[in-house]
């Protein structure tokens, strides 16, 4: 009799033992957790929220809806729109799932910052940011477009630095875009399309020359521009039939 009840009582001891070390391994991973979310580490796991901005002269609700890097360069990009709303006949590419309505630049070393537009009234239809590389055969690789958020190149090497930017930017009443073209290293730019109904293709020609294929009413046209120079210097209708 007393050695079953030993017997018990020590399976007992042994249980309670596994308990406590369960709760303290519990215990153990949920001061970890806290340690990483206030170390930044847990940042995935928290929700994104807007951050509301004032914009003078306007009331509607704008706000950051993004920041990143611009690629190989000391600058970060901070989306600037209306949350809630994407802007109609946005382009699936090199835009972002909301009103699009300004792109601001801004220095990481010295916080100087620069607006693509003069103001916040017209949304962005399309951006793009490419780098002073040729396009190498016409294919997706090095030299060809890209957005700053794309991933390197598949082979491993590093993509290019941003060099230029293209806006491009819808007109008051929606129907027709302005195209604005720029350099990121003096903050150089200028409309150089205008009234076209949309971009269907863009690439760089040569690392100063980029390539355009765009829609203007009933036509296709081919257009080149020296984006140093900010000057279209090739311009060619498609014939379609």
């Known amino acids: 009799m007393a050695e079953g009840t030993t017997t018990q009582r020590g399976w007992f001891g042994r249980a309670l033992i596994w308990v406590f070390a369960a709760v303290g391994?519990?215990?153990?991973?949920?001061?970890?957790?806290?340690?990483?979310?206030?170390?930044?580490?847990?940042?995935?796991?928290?929700?994104r929220r807007d951050a509301p901005v004032a914009v003078k002269g306007q009331k509607s609700p704008f706000s950051v809806q993004?920041?990143?890097?611009?690629?190989?360069?000391?600058?970060?990009?901070?989306?600037?729109?209306?949350?809630?709303?994407?802007?109609?006949?946005?382009?699936?590419?090199?835009?972002y799932d909301f009103d699009h309505r300004n792109l601001i630049l801004l220095d990481k070393a010295t916080g100087a910052s620069r607006k693509l537009l003069p103001d916040n009234g017209r949304s962005i239809m399309e951006f793009r940011f490419l780098p002073a590389v040729a396009a190498v055969d016409g294919a997706q690789r090095q030299g060809e477009e890209y957005v700053v958020e794309d991933?390197?190149?598949?082979?491993?090497?590093?993509?290019?630095?941003?060099?230029?930017?293209?806006?491009?930017?819808?007109?008051?009443?929606?129907?027709?875009?302005?195209?604005?073209?720029?350099?990121?290293?003096?903050?150089?730019?200028?409309?150089?399309?205008?009234?076209?109904?949309?971009?269907?293709?863009?690439?760089?020609?040569t690392p100063t020359r980029l390539a355009m294929v765009v829609r203007e009413g009933m036509a296709?046209?081919?257009?080149?521009?020296?984006?140093p120079a900010l000057k279209i210097v090739l311009a060619r209708p498609v014939e379609i039939g």
């Open 151 to 205: 991933p390197d190149e598949p082979d491993g090497k590093s993509a290019p630095p941003a060099a230029y930017y293209v806006l491009a930017v819808a007109q008051a009443d929606r129907t027709k875009q302005d195209v604005l073209v720029g350099n990121i290293a003096d903050g150089r730019q200028a409309f150089l399309l205008k009234d076209i109904d949309g971009i269907d293709r863009m690439w760089m020609l």
């Open 25 to 47: 391994l519990l215990a153990a991973i949920a001061v970890i957790g806290l340690a990483m979310m206030i170390a930044g580490i847990g940042e995935w796991e928290r929700p």
């Open 66 to 95: 993004d920041i990143r890097d611009v690629r190989g360069t000391g600058l970060i990009q901070l989306a600037i729109g209306i949350p809630g709303r994407v802007s109609p006949g946005a382009s699936s590419s090199g835009r």
């Open 220 to 227: 296709v046209h081919y257009k080149v521009i020296d984006v």
